[in-house]
């Protein structure tokens, strides 16, 4: 461990002097301890900026309301931020994906987080180089200057200044919104609910072996329009759940008065690896998320980061990754703007961010959403297909197709999708066209 710097100790004597004041001024106010506001709070810290970040639920229970995620990740996302193996309750193998009644195996090292324990690692690591946390202190608006944020109002009537504004609160969006700068549409919503459970029969015959393995399942009989997923967690205990975007893509497949508890019920009744499942106490989450193309993700003074734009990876659901990515991003821009003494944050000079994060954060994101709703909108029937199609073609074929190669898509398309291509053509490409 490197010891303190001269420096790293004076700030760390002006924050303790700073909790007698409550309006105190930051290079940067980050509302929101999720992944994305954390870990640029890590960031920032960490290279000597004074940053606060503002967290609407109170210490003593943090992450309760807001602990929502799967928390299934890779390596890349471990290594590239330096989680350490303590938040880690299952170091995975393989992803699984699976249809109806065939299954495709492709190896692949993952990470199944306790997200809890991970978002807490994140802000007792930022607080290490210096960064303030303020819990209990719900953002409601940004503080206006001839025009421009030089703040957050939090908790009614608190205030706290800084050069630069980040939201990090996800789809609540308070500053974001008020700044124009949220597009959020409720269109394409997609909600997810999950349980952990002991008794899974993880290898059961007829089934992938899903030992150490996160499986996906496409069955429009469980998540209409979206997936289900089983992550082991070790021994007998797996994190089971399932996710659909509420657009017409799922009420082409949807029953009639059936909410996603139903949806999960149904599964849990008629697959038998869960027939002997038991859900472990205060082990529920339910999350949302917007899947759709961003708008502006800055403005003067101002950025929006993580899941307060949409940053989750549209086809497979992945978020954790990508919100750290938008946070390191966020970080970076700052830096490359206040390093810098005489410059002013402008939207001009923060333009940075919008460059970063379509390159690094969502790259392709366009292409992926058309992608996810081609690949929710198949009968089931075909789904057993593209298992059998991936087992013969191989994982580089999967790998190419995910990156969105138009290629290797192209090779798992057959001529009877020629009426589906149309109608989804017609969806997408065609004004005002109603199913």
Same mark, same amino acid.
């Given at each position: 461990?490197?010891?303190?710097?001269?420096?790293?100790?004076?700030?760390?004597?002006?924050?303790?002097?700073?909790?007698?004041?409550?309006?105190?001024?930051?290079?940067?106010?980050?509302?929101?301890?999720?992944?994305?506001?954390?870990?640029?709070?890590?960031?920032?810290?960490?290279?000597?900026?004074?940053?606060?970040?503002?967290?609407?639920?109170?210490?003593?229970?943090?992450?309760?309301?807001?602990?929502?995620?799967?928390?299934?990740?890779?390596?890349?996302?471990?290594?590239?931020?330096?989680?350490?193996?303590?938040?880690?309750?299952?170091?995975?193998?393989?992803?699984?994906?699976?249809?109806?009644?065939?299954?495709?195996?492709?190896?692949?090292?993952?990470?199944?987080?306790?997200?809890?324990?991970?978002k807490r690692f994140l802000v007792e690591?930022?607080?290490?180089?210096?960064?303030?946390?303020?819990?209990?202190?719900?953002?409601?608006?940004?503080?206006?200057?001839?025009?421009?944020?030089?703040?957050?109002?939090?908790?009614?009537?608190?205030?706290?200044?800084?050069?630069?504004?980040i939201d990090a609160t996800g789809p609540?969006?308070? @500053?974001?919104?008020?700044l124009g700068v949220s597009d959020l549409?409720?269109?394409?919503?997609?909600?997810?609910?999950?349980?952990?459970?002991?008794?899974?029969?993880?290898?059961?015959?007829?089934?992938?072996?899903?030992?150490?393995?996160?499986?996906?399942?496409?069955?429009?009989?469980?998540?209409?329009?979206?997936?289900?997923?089983?992550?082991?967690?070790?021994?007998?205990?797996?994190?089971?759940?399932?996710?659909?975007?509420?657009?017409?893509? /799922?009420?082409?497949?949807?029953?009639?008065?059936?909410?996603?508890?139903?949806?999960?019920? /149904?599964?849990?009744?008629?697959?038998?690896?869960?027939?002997?499942?038991?859900?472990?106490?205060?082990?529920?989450?339910?999350?949302?998320?917007?899947?759709?193309?961003?708008?502006?993700?800055?403005?003067?003074?101002?950025?929006?980061?993580?899941?307060?734009?949409?940053?989750?990876?549209?086809?497979?659901?992945?978020?954790?990754?990508?919100?750290?990515?938008?946070?390191?991003?966020?970080?970076?821009?700052?830096?490359?703007?206040?390093?810098?003494?005489?410059?002013?944050?402008?939207?001009?000079?923060?333009?940075?961010?919008?460059?970063?994060?379509?390159?690094?954060?969502?790259?392709?994101?366009?292409?992926?959403?058309?992608?996810?709703?081609?690949?929710? @909108?198949?009968?089931?029937?075909?789904?057993?297909?593209?298992?059998?199609?991936?087992?013969?073609?191989?994982?580089?074929? @999967?790998?190419?197709?995910?990156?969105?190669?138009?290629?290797?898509?192209?090779?798992?398309?057959?001529?009877?999708?020629?009426?589906?291509?149309?109608?989804?053509?017609?969806?997408?490409?065609?004004?005002?066209?109603?199913?």
């Amino acid at each position: 461990m490197v010891s303190v710097s001269g420096r790293r100790l004076d700030k760390l004597i002006r924050l303790e002097e700073s909790q007698q004041s409550m309006n105190d001024r930051y290079d940067v106010v980050i509302a929101g301890a999720g992944p994305a506001g954390a870990q640029c709070a890590r960031d920032l810290a960490a290279r000597d900026y004074d940053v606060v970040v503002l967290e609407t639920e109170p210490e003593d229970e943090f992450p309760r309301a807001s602990n929502k995620s799967t928390a299934g990740t890779f390596p890349s996302m471990m290594s590239s931020f330096a989680i350490p193996d303590d938040v880690v309750m299952q170091y995975t193998d393989s992803v699984v994906l699976e249809s109806p009644t065939d299954y495709f195996v492709k190896e692949q090292p993952g990470a199944v987080l306790e997200f809890a324990d991970f978002k807490r690692f994140l802000v007792e690591d930022a607080r290490e180089d210096g960064a303030e946390f303020r819990f209990g202190a719900r953002a409601t608006e940004p503080i206006m200057k001839n025009g421009e944020p030089i703040g957050v109002r939090y908790n009614g009537d608190q205030e706290v200044y800084a050069e630069i504004t980040i939201d990090a609160t996800g789809p609540a969006a308070p @500053l974001a919104k008020k700044l124009g700068v949220s597009d959020l549409e409720r269109k394409n919503h997609a909600i997810g609910v999950e349980y952990e459970f002991e008794g899974v029969e993880v290898d059961r015959p007829g089934f992938a072996d899903l030992n150490d393995a996160m499986m996906l399942r496409l069955d429009h009989e469980i998540a209409p329009g979206g997936y289900s997923w089983i992550f082991h967690t070790g021994g007998d205990t797996a994190k089971v759940g399932l996710c659909y975007i509420q657009n017409d893509y /799922h009420t082409r497949y949807s029953k009639d008065g059936y909410t996603i508890d139903d949806y999960l019920e /149904h599964w849990l009744e008629t697959d038998p690896r869960l027939a002997d499942a038991e859900r472990l106490e205060g082990k529920q989450h339910r999350g949302s998320a917007h899947i759709q193309m961003p708008g502006t993700l800055h403005t003067d003074r101002f950025i929006a980061i993580g899941d307060t734009v949409p940053t989750v990876d549209p086809l497979w659901g992945e978020g954790i990754h990508q919100c750290m990515k938008s946070g390191r991003a966020a970080a970076a821009t700052v830096d490359s703007c206040l390093k810098h003494g005489d410059l002013v944050p402008t939207a001009e000079n923060l333009e940075v961010y919008e460059t970063l994060w379509h390159r690094d954060v969502a790259p392709n994101m366009r292409t992926r959403l058309l992608m996810t709703k081609l690949l929710y @909108l198949p009968e089931n029937e075909r789904y057993d297909q593209l298992m059998s199609d991936l087992n013969a073609l191989g994982h580089d074929t @999967l790998a190419k197709a995910n990156s969105g190669d138009p290629l290797a898509v192209a090779r798992l398309l057959k001529p009877g999708d020629l009426p589906m291509l149309a109608e989804f053509a017609k969806r997408e490409f065609v004004p005002d066209f109603l199913p």
